[in-house]
């Protein structure tokens, strides 16, 4: 009975409760924590993004597109010294804006190649070069369909999976995935990121300035040489990765890529030897308590608040930049950018369009059969190809039916492919085509991803298998 008391003191003396002394500040951290909650979840992530495409669809077809389209293609002008640069606010979405999602992914690239499954490059051959197969078949069909014309540079249109949204769709099964799945699943996105990226470096920009190019170059130098400084501080990569954005905008490079490059250069490592750390605040805790004077109001004790300030500056630095940064900038993308993007991008007027025209236009069919049909034959020939010549063999508790499904939900590309195909074409009806077979396969691929593993599962569960030991 003594125990479960002193536990119940202990809980109390620890809880938010026993340090704020306002009601109102511990109600709003109570509220904050659930909208952490919220804002963490991947599928409401993904639910905001589908509706935010919803939303541009509906009012691309409505009478209010004319108003939407002339506020997205309003000017912005932007001054930093002697430069100015202007852009229309769909421009600035789709080059800074994303410019931050996309660093985004490059600090969980590196967190992947830190700690993650990337750490282990024979562990993580599999699904990468399952990503391989995932980004030349689509590509390949692409190609088979607009073989000489002029919409073949929609090639790389139909390679790219939304990690975001697939993973979100995924998270939908519950229990039904096993970690070790949506582990590969995981470890394919991000190597299909890596290759959409170097695919949009290489083949989807303009011509190269070389001037802005080297300022580019220079301005990674100076990354480099800040990192190698050991600056655990993110502020001077923010300013420094602002300036490589402008640099690699005017350079002929698309702009997002810089966000890319800043990821990498961020510390991964903290400033602070955390095997030390228990033992300093161990006597930290006890300068702190010589120096309360419980008759003083909080203005007078210079010398606590003085040695608290110390204690908050050290802990500040226990977490190293990178995920510092991710903290601060994962809630504005899932919520703020994507769903602007998606937005923007999924403006689809079907006024006054012939349907039976798009369904049979080699781009429409090209990026919708690479992706729903493509992305599944790449991505699970590969993974047999590698497992029957004993190369590799799947991972623990991850059946042949859920690289099945792992394939099936490969195919939905929503956000960087709809980056890809305002880059490839100069025709806004290719361009519209392109949207119109982007967000039908992303939505094919991802209801017949969720039903074929409700399906395979009420086929094992009748047969007397448990859903992982149908392979």
């Known amino acids: 009975m003594s125990e479960n008391t002193n536990a119940q003191e202990t809980t109390i003396e620890t809880s938010p409760e026993a340090i704020i002394a306002e009601p109102a500040v511990v109600k709003r951290l109570s509220t904050a924590n659930a909208i952490d909650n919220i804002t963490s979840n991947g599928t409401i992530a993904a639910a905001v993004m589908v509706i935010a495409a919803i939303l541009a669809v509906a009012v691309a077809n409505s009478p209010a597109y004319e108003v939407v389209r002339e506020i997205l293609e309003a000017e912005l002008s932007i001054t930093l010294g002697p430069v100015t640069m202007g852009m229309s606010i769909e421009a600035f979405v789709n080059d ?28 993580a051959a599999l699904p990468m070069l399952a990503a391989v197969g995932g980004v030349t078949v689509p590509a390949l069909i692409y190609t088979l369909f607009n073989f000489g014309r002029s919409t073949i540079g929609g090639w790389a249109i139909p390679i790219a999976t939304d990690i975001a949204f697939a993973l979100g769709v995924m998270s939908l099964l519950s229990d039904a995935i096993p970690q070790e799945t949506k582990v590969f699943f995981q470890t394919l ?55 490589l954005w402008i640099c690699m905008y005017n350079s002929g490079i698309h702009a997002t890529l810089a966000g890319v490059i800043l990821a990498f250069f961020l510390p991964a490592r903290s400033d602070v030897r955390l095997d030390n750390l228990r033992d300093w605040l161990a006597e930290e805790a006890r300068d702190l308590d010589d ?29 190293p930049p990178l995920e510092r940064v991710e903290n601060n900038i994962s809630t504005l993308v899932n919520f703020v950018i994507l769903p602007l993007f998606a937005f923007t991008n999924a403006q689809v007027r079907l006024v006054g369009v012939d349907l039976g025209t798009v369904v049979t236009d080699r781009v429409v069919q090209g990026a919708f059969f690479g992706a729903v049909l ?31 499904a792992v394939g099936i939900m490969g195919g939905m590309g929503f956000t960087m492919s709809i980056l890809i195909a305002g880059l490839s074409f100069s025709d806004p009806a290719e361009v519209l085509g392109a949207k119109c077979a982007i967000l039908a396969g992303s939505v094919v691929a991802a209801v017949a991803g969720l039903v074929f593993v409700r399906v395979h599962d009420a086929i094992a569960g009748a047969r007397g298998q448990k859903p992982q030991e149908a392979r």
């Open 374 to 404: 493509g992305k599944p034959i790449g991505i699970i020939a590969v993974t047999v190809l590698l497992v029957k010549i004993g190369f590799a063999k799947l991972p623990n508790n991850v059946s042949w039916s859920q690289i099945v």
């Open 96 to 123: 800074f804006l994303m410019a931050v999602f996309f660093m985004l992914v490059g600090v969980e690239l590196k967190y992947e190649m830190t700690i993650g499954q990337l750490r282990h490059p024979r562990q």
């Open 291 to 319: 120096k309360y004077d419980d008759r003083l109001h909080v203005l007078g004790q210079h010398d606590f608040t003085h040695a608290a300030v110390s204690v908050e500056r050290v802990m500040h630095h226990v977490t």
């Open 189 to 243: 996105a991000i190597a299909d990121d890596i290759l959409a990226i170097l695919v949009l470096a290489l083949f989807y920009g303009q011509s190269p300035s070389i001037a802005w190019c080297a300022a580019a170059l220079g301005t990674i130098v100076i990354l480099a040489l800040i990192s190698h400084a050991h600056v655990y501080s993110a502020k001077p990569y923010m300013f420094v990765g602002l300036f």
